[in-house]
Structures are given as structure tokens and as C-alpha cells.
């Protein structure tokens, strides 16, 4: 079997999708859609967020990462890309899970924009009650 050049995880947090791979032997380049991490992603904690995963596994500078993102905002693609980094290092190494899992990195946020109904102002905000 031939090596692999990158291992890849998708992530998904509200309408936002991202590809992550990352490729081994790197020396820590992070890029976000052909652009430096801190060009896309410049608001104070998002990088944290996002790399949270490769800190909790001290896999910090080990890789080099590339990443597809569309869809969502900018915290819905934070939470895509966190998401996605953690699926690809259980690829890397299968052993990581449970601190992956103890952190929380491995379960999609499931919540998302509920719809607007019919004769409500949003979601779920009724107009005000009138009696006269």
C-alpha cells in the first residue's frame, strides 16, 4: 500500500462546511481558501477555536493544512474548520480519539437557524396579543 500525501475530514457546524487536509512532515502552514489563516479568519479568538484540536494533541507545527470552507458566517466556518481538523488527525492517528472526544471536537454542533412560520414575527415570536 503507498503512502498517502494528506488525510482529510470534513467538518460542518450550522450551514457551513469545510474540507480540511493535512499533510505530515509540514512545518505548520496554515491556508484557508488560497489565503493565510490570519487574512480569513482576523477576529480575536477564532484561531484559537479552530486550532484547538491540533493543541489538545500536541500536534501543533507538525502539519501543514489546507482548507476548503463555503457556506455560514464566520462562526459557523470557525466551527466547520475546528470540526473538520479534528476528523482528519483521527484519521492520522486513531488514537487520539478519546482526547479528541473529551474535548469535544468530534461531535457536530447540530444547532442550526430554525424557519420562520406563518403568522409568527421569527421562528417563534408571536405578534403582540391585542384584546381591543
Known amino acids: 500500500m503507498t503512502e498517502q500525501s494528506y488525510y482529510e475530514g470534513i467538518g460542518r457546524r450550522k450551514r457551513a462546511t469545510?474540507?480540511?487536509r493535512i499533510y505530515p512532515g509540514g512545518d505548520g502552514t496554515f491556508i484557508v481558501n488560497d489565503r493565510p489563516l490570519q487574512?480569513?479568519?482576523p477576529r480575536?479568538?477564532?484561531i484559537d477555536n479552530l486550532m484547538a484540536p491540533l493543541?489538545?494533541?500536541e500536534q501543533e507545527g507538525r502539519?501543514?493544512?489546507?482548507?476548503?470552507?463555503k457556506g455560514g458566517g464566520i462562526t459557523?466556518?470557525?466551527?466547520a474548520v475546528g470540526h473538520g481538523l479534528?476528523?482528519?488527525?483521527?484519521?492520522?492517528d486513531p488514537e487520539l480519539r478519546?482526547?479528541?472526544r473529551k474535548g469535544g471536537y468530534l461531535t457536530r454542533d447540530a444547532r442550526e437557524k430554525e424557519r420562520k412560520k406563518p403568522g409568527l414575527k421569527r421562528a417563534r415570536k408571536a405578534p403582540t396579543y391585542t384584546k381591543r
Open 18 to 20: 469545510a474540507r480540511v
Open 76 to 79: 459557523g466556518q470557525t466551527g
Open 63 to 69: 502539519f501543514n493544512v489546507s482548507v476548503h470552507v
Open 98 to 100: 478519546p482526547i479528541l
Open 86 to 92: 479534528a476528523r482528519a488527525l483521527l484519521k492520522v
Open 39 to 41: 487574512e480569513y479568519f
Open 55 to 57: 493543541r489538545v494533541t
Open 44 to 46: 480575536l479568538g477564532d
